[in-house]
T-cell receptor, first 114, second 111 residues
Framework: NAGVTQTPKFQVLKTGQSMTLQCAQDMNHNSMYWYRQDPGMGLRLIYYSASEGTTDKGEVPNGYNVSRLNKREFSLRLESAAPSQTSVYFC?????????????FGDGTRLSIL | TQLLEQSPQFLSIQEGENLTVYCNSSSVFSSLQWYRQEPGEGPVLLVTVVTGGEVKKLKRLTFQFGDARKDSSLHITAAQPGDTGLYLCAGVGDSSYKLIFGSGTRLLVRP
């Protein structure tokens, strides 16, 4: 059971470089999310997509863009990476509908910006 | 802005001890979820509490939702090394599509 798959698992970038983090889910979920996790700060929402064709900003969207490519895939792009974007990035999906349905997370992408 | 505060941030205890983790807010949440995260993995749902005053048990873990739906607690009885991990509470906020996460409690259970 794949669930939520994130690629790559690790990445090192230089300041100013760009890259796209990929996320795919095989659970036919409607909603997808991108978070970043920093020490002592829990999970902070970057962007989310409530359903295919829609995207919305979360708590910390600056410096990021997203694309909901289809129902399965939701990508996160860093156009010009900065050291402050060094973090662990998690993608999650949720079936949608009632608010108390759980989110299912991938195993994360560990990103270092030098 | 809805916020969730977790305490303590870090807990190191001996195997067999009991512990309680708290999740507090000044805001009302329609429901609250608890997740556990192990190193190198994403968070995994443990439980969802929906009704004010609700108590749910998962083996040695007991979860309670406050009567006013502003706070929650996680109590672990006779902790074991396998309980080691990061515990996160998350509230369903004003937008039912989003979760508001607490900052987490890192638990270490020493053999």
């Amino acid at each position: 059971n794949a669930g939520v798959t994130q690629t790559p698992k690790f990445q090192v970038l230089k300041t100013g470089q760009s890259m796209t983090l990929q996320c795919a889910q095989d659970m036919n979920h409607n909603s997808m999310y991108w978070y970043r996790q920093d020490p002592g700060m829990g999970l902070r929402l970057i962007y989310y997509s409530a359903s295919e064709g829609t995207t919305d900003k979360g708590e910390v969207p600056n410096g990021y863009n997203v694309s909901r490519l289809n129902k399965r895939e939701f990508s996160l792009r860093l156009e010009s990476a900065a050291p402050s974007q060094t973090s662990v990035y998690f993608c999650a999906s949720r079936s949608g509908g009632a608010g108390n349905q759980p989110q299912h997370f991938g195993d994360g992408t560990r990103l270092s910006i030098l | 802005t809805q916020l969730l505060e977790q305490s303590p941030q870090f807990l190191s205890i001996q195997e067999g001890e009991n512990l309680t983790v708290y999740c507090n807010s000044s805001s009302v949440f329609s429901s609250l979820q608890w997740y556990r995260q192990e190193p190198g993995e994403g968070p995994v749902l443990l439980v969802t509490v929906v009704t004010g005053g609700e108590v749910k048990k998962l083996k040695r873990l007991t979860f309670q939702f406050g009567d006013a739906r502003k706070d929650s607690s996680l109590h672990i009885t006779a902790a074991q090394p396998g309980d080691t991990g990061l515990y996160l509470c998350a509230g369903v906020g004003d937008s039912s599509y989003k979760l508001i996460f607490g900052s987490g409690t890192r638990l270490l259970v020493r053999p």
